[in-house]
């Protein structure tokens, strides 16, 4: 018996089996692009779950030494100027032509790129630089007495490095 004597014979089952492979089909290239496009959504996600584990950590230090100075309830939140930033290996060529009146100088500059020839290359990474934070604000008990908001002030500027000015100190209720 050919096949198709048997697909004539059952052409009800047939087209069902063919609408079959189509929909499977499809559902394949509808998990395939949602696939990708979640991968791409992760990377986004993790560095937004990078920027936030480094904003907790640096804000509980901060909120720990200051609580150590003046006691009771501490809240701090801390401003960053932007988010982690990679720094990538790169290949300079440096060519210079001096001459007797002036000297030309010429540079190049390709990144460097990991990978197979099969699979996506990807850039090398020489380190991750954290963000740098830009403000803080503290509200912490007796942050309204000059005193303890100079102590305060002084103790942020200094943990965080940036300047006093930068820094609000207030009371708490």
């Known amino acids: 018996m050919k096949i198709s ?40 996600s993790s560095f937004t779950d990078e920027l936030s584990a480094y904003s907790m950590m640096l804000e509980e230090n901060l909120k720990d030494a200051v609580s150590g100075v003046v006691g009771g309830e501490v809240k701090v939140m801390i401003t960053f100027e932007s988010t982690f930033e990679n720094v990538y290996y790169s290949d300079a060529v440096v060519n210079e032509a001096i001459t007797a009146d002036k000297t030309d100088r010429k540079s190049e500059k390709q990144l460097v790129l990991t990978g197979n020839m099969g699979d996506k290359e990807n850039p090398v990474v020489v380190k991750m630089l954290s963000p740098k934070p830009t403000g803080a604000i503290i509200v912490c008990d007796g942050g309204n007495r000059a005193d303890i908001k100079e102590c305060v002030t002084e103790l942020a500027a200094c943990a965080l490095n940036i300047s006093k000015n930068k820094i609000y100190v207030t009371g708490g209720n």
């Open 5 to 44: 004597e048997v697909f004539a014979k059952n052409a009800k089952n047939g087209k069902v089996f063919a609408a079959g492979f189509l929909i499977l089909g499809m559902m394949i290239i509808v998990f395939s692009m949602l696939f990708e496009k979640n991968e791409g959504g992760s990377k986004k």
